[in-house]
Nanobody, 119 residues
């Protein structure tokens, strides 16, 4: 099991930016698929972005062009740069790590970090 610790959430005005970080507890995740999911009140958890060990990334349509996922395998850390934030981006954001053989939405999860976009 991999311990994941998120940081970087907070309150931001519409149009603002935030950068989330997720540090993994051990070196195994260097080969894992890592990603960010979010869950808004009353809604199901949804995929935001994922990135493979080789750096290939995929995004939800709702965040394409605004969010960028990246990773530093030497630091066992994945990042989510969020620009042009909208109120509908408000949610708890969760970091996820899974071996490539496992399906999306499985694996290990962080405790979540709140992102609130409001004026």
């Amino acid at each position: 099991q991999v311990l994941l610790v998120e940081s970087g959430g907070g309150l931001v005005q519409p149009g603002g930016s935030l950068r989330l970080s997720c540090a993994a507890s051990k070196s195994g995740p260097s080969i894992y698929v890592m990603g960010w999911y979010r869950q808004a009140p009353g809604k199901q958890r949804e995929l935001v972005a994922v990135i493979t060990s080789g750096g290939s990334a995929n995004y939800a349509d709702s965040v394409k062009g605004r969010f960028t996922i990246s990773r530093d395998n030497t630091k066992n850390t994945v990042y989510l740069q969020m620009n042009s934030l909208k109120p509908e981006d408000t949610a708890v954001y969760y970091c996820n790590a899974r071996p490539p053989v496992l399906p999306a939405g499985t694996g290990d999860w962080g405790q979540g970090t709140q992102v609130t976009v409001s004026s």
